[in-house]
């Protein structure tokens, strides 16, 4: 079945540092999720990616969908402690959404 | 004013013992997901509606059940619960189109805050 991997599992940033994370799917996806969960919070929606190639910007986050739509990532440039939480990216494929494992950030002031 | 409302935050019960946790909502949304989520891990979803049609994944174990008895409410049900019940039972919705059915829509899923689920 649809699997969807993400790297890296976590991620220990200076503040001012960029943060990367990935996302893999074994197959192809019709659209692809992000979303932020703070610690002791909610997954909370950031953006959908639906063309293949196609790149948003929300502020200093940067989100990107392959071009063969099998990956994505999402970027966040000159990293600040608010930042810190875990991303989970969320890809749909035929019929399904499957959630990757996250990425979970934190920052050091 | 919150969305998706989930009671209790915090569920302590006893080890076979049946619990019921809770999820409303004022979005008017047609599609309802129950998820469970260990620490450190992705939510993985258990099942869902889509309106009154009940999808369960096909790793859900029997012990969990749901009921959506309308549109505001839905409801999981763990009969008897083990202590790797133990986790964050998120519940979620979205409005899906007849088209986009299914899980996957194009629509972001609301999430409410959980019920942090115990088991003594």
């Known amino acids: 079945g649809q699997q969807v991997m993400q790297i890296p599992q976590y991620q220990h940033v200076q503040e001012g540092e960029d943060f990367t994370t990935y996302c893999n799917s074994s197959?192809?996806?019709?659209?692809i999720q992000w979303y932020k969960q703070r610690p002791g919070g909610h997954p909370v929606f950031l953006i959908q990616l639906v063309k293949s190639g196609e790149v948003k910007k929300q502020k200093r986050l940067t989100f990107q969908f392959g071009e063969a739509k099998k990956n994505s990532s999402l970027h966040i440039t000159a990293t600040q402690t608010t930042d810190v939480g875990t991303y989970f990216c969320?890809?749909?494929?035929?019929?399904?959404?499957?959630f990757g494992a996250g990425t979970r950030l934190t920052v050091k002031p | 004013d919150a969305m998706v409302i989930q009671n209790p935050r915090y569920q302590v019960t006893q080890f076979g013992k049946p619990v019921t946790l809770s999820c409303s909502q004022t979005?008017?949304?047609?599609?309802m997901y129950w998820y469970q989520q260990k620490s450190s891990q992705a939510p993985k979803l258990l099942f869902h509606y889509y309106d009154k049609d009940f999808n369960n994944e096909a790793d859900t174990p029997d012990n969990f059940q749901s009921r959506r008895p309308n549109t505001s409410f839905c409801f999981l049900d763990i009969r008897s619960p083990g202590l790797g019940d133990a986790a964050m039972y998120l519940c979620?919705?979205?409005?899906?189109?007849?088209?986009?059915?299914?899980?996957?829509?194009?629509?972001?899923?609301?999430f409410g805050d959980g019920t942090r689920l115990s088991i003594l």
């Open positions: 197959t192809t996806l019709s659209n």
């Open positions: 979620a919705t979205s409005r899906v189109s007849s088209r986009g059915r299914g899980t996957g829509s194009n629509q972001p899923q609301h």
């Open positions: 979005l008017n949304h047609n599609v």
């Open positions: 969320a890809g749909r494929g035929n019929n399904d959404m499957r």
